[in-house]
């Protein structure tokens, strides 16, 4: 859990809180000298994120409230208003952990969804939910917390301008966003695995080079803002929603805050505190007690409160972490990469996966730094965020293979012999990594179920299917069976319309024509017909809207026309000021304003820019299929009325 009681950082504050930082830095080498960090026994522990949805399956901003409700202290808030997580209790990695593991987040998220169902509302697991859209990205869905707002306000200022998020994948993305609120689109299951310090560089290593299969496997985040991008898009977006580096800093290689790593770890755990410091500023600042070193002179553990504020705000996919535990100081490594779902079977057996490989390769390989170059393993971790179990991964013993041959023909045997021989518990053993070879050999991991169902779906807007993706995905994890179990999601209920139709936002085209002002009425007249549009938006070289060309205004263009004259351009034709509305126009708004003004179109607008375009045609699609469901109701006919073309 972050700290909460925190301040803005100006001058006089940064000089103070960075020599707190220093002590606490002092202090954990020296605690680590003096062997003063628990050694010789593992723990595992672990996190879960989640969505807060309302009844139609989109983001419901009602976490402060549901904590005042839960008053539990395993949970706590995340960035988003409609964020939630909870911590599970550490326990000694042997036995029925995996089971019991499995059982107290079953446990969690059993207590959140009774508390928000008394707010009419759902708990969802999923690493980016589908049914985000741009709306849920502003402050006004920031979680009321002086953490949060003092980080979004450091961040920006050291940006020095918008941040732009761009991925590419079956379809591209490219935003532009003035504060950190897409970072709320991610939600994670993070685990972490206990160390001792001098172990710390070799199995800190090992979590680097495991990460990209156990992720390939684990991938379950594939839509963002209606695009399918990465199997597992989180991880292009986390770093690119909190990248403050400028021009000058990019230009020059300069290190983000997320980031998975440039070299081997060779050092202990101070090694990659102090790279940190060199090469992030201190963002934020707390009340302290008194200085570390002092609190070890006086044979009293430090909490290192400064330090272990500033490494919560440096994002490395595999992080360091310090904590005390019944009066013993220990070192974890989090591993951050595993999204929040599909279910809970499918988040223990991707845990299961991480610590068996951690406690193989530590008896079995040693460290990874002298068998692989470093580059082959970020370049698996990419490959794997990007592409899942089709990836293609550089191994051990220079072996190159797709991820999912590598899991089967090596690394579920391996982990499997990591788990035995931590003594787990054979049945709890054959369930997790059986639920892993199925998937693997099926390759249904949660990316996969969402865009193959998607693929299949045949009718309703993009607003319905996103919604029928996030509450089919929530009825099965109330099931608790494993995703690679799952039928696909088939189409969206009929008589879901209503839900899907009450803003131009859920009805409107994005994928929308366009032409440029300077352009000939003959390239417009020719799109219509090619496209079977009426209606073409304007717009300048910067995407303003500047106008709007109409069939008929062309019809009465050509009718004059002589053979002769010069054909016009399309700014000589077009309607310089149309009627625009905006995406959270109400649906009945947008009908009354068409019928006042006598339009058959309204572009959708964000400002000036335009973003889309609804057209009487969308609403006529809308009553026609709301007409259809009610006569078959009325009437008891089910003869089922095709889909136009």
Known sequence: MGEHNVEEVDSAELRRFTRRVLDDLEALEHMCKEGLIESGIRRIGAEQEMFLVDRAGRPAPVATEMLETLADPRFTTELGRFNLEGNLQPQLFGGTCLSKLERELREL????????????????????????????????????????????????GMRGGTFTTNIKGIDELTYEHDNIMLEAC???????????????????????????PVLAVSVNSPLLLNKRLWQETRIALFQQSVD????????????????????????????????DLSRHRILLSTELGEPSTELLERGVLPPLTALCLFNGTVYRWNRPCYGIKDGVAHLRIENRVLPSGPTVADE???????FGLMAALAEDVGDPADQLPFDHAKNNFIAAARYGLEAQFHWLDDKVMTAQQLLLEHLLPLARRGL?????????????????????????????WVLESLDEMKTGSTDQRMRHIVNTL??????????????????????????????VGQLMTRELFAIHPE???????????????????????????????????????????????????VREVMNPNPVTVTADTSTLEAIALMRRSRVGCLPV?????????????????????????TLRVVTGDHVVVPAPE
């Open 605 to 629: 607008v964000d400002g000036k820019t335009l973003i889309g375009i609804v057209t009487e045609r969308d609403f006529m699609k809308m009553a026609s299929r709301m007409l259809e469901d």
């Open 474 to 503: 929530h009825r099965h994890q109330l099931a608790g069976t494993p995703v690679h179990t799952w039928d696909l999601a088939g189409e969206p209920a009929a008589a879901d319309w209503l839900e899907s139709c009450r803003t």
């Open 348 to 354: 223990a057996a991707n845990a299961a996966l991480f």
């Open 186 to 212: 991610n939600t994670s299951f993070q685990v972490h695995f206990q160390v001792g310090s001098k172990e710390f560089a070799r199995l800190y290593n090992l979590a680097q080079l495991v990460t990209g």
């Open 109 to 156: 998220n059993l207590t959140a969804r009774s508390a928000a169902r008394t707010m009419d509302t759902e708990v969802v697991l999923a690493g980016i939910l589908p049914t985000l859209e741009r709306e849920h990205l502003s402050l006004d869905y920031m979680t009321p917390v002086p953490r949060y707002f003092a980080l979004n306000k450091t961040l920006v």
């Open 519 to 569: 352009d000939v009425i003959d390239l417009a007249a020719s799109m219509m017909e090619w496209e079977h549009i009426r209606h073409v938006p304007v717009e300048d070289d910067e995407g303003k809207l500047v106008g709007l060309l109409s069939h008929r205004a062309l019809l009465r263009v050509f009718a004059r026309r002589k053979p002769s004259d010069a054909p016009p351009a």
């Open 244 to 275: 403050v580096r400028n021009k000058a800093q990019q230009a020059r290689g300069h290190r983000p805050r997320v980031r998975f790593g440039e070299r081997w770890l060779q050092g202990g755990v101070e090694s990659l505190f102090r790279e």
């Open 420 to 448: 035995e021989g931590a003594k787990i518990d054979p049945a709890d053993i054959d369930r997790y990594l059986g639920i892993l070879e199925a998937r693997t050999k099926l390759r249904r991991t949660g990316s996969r």
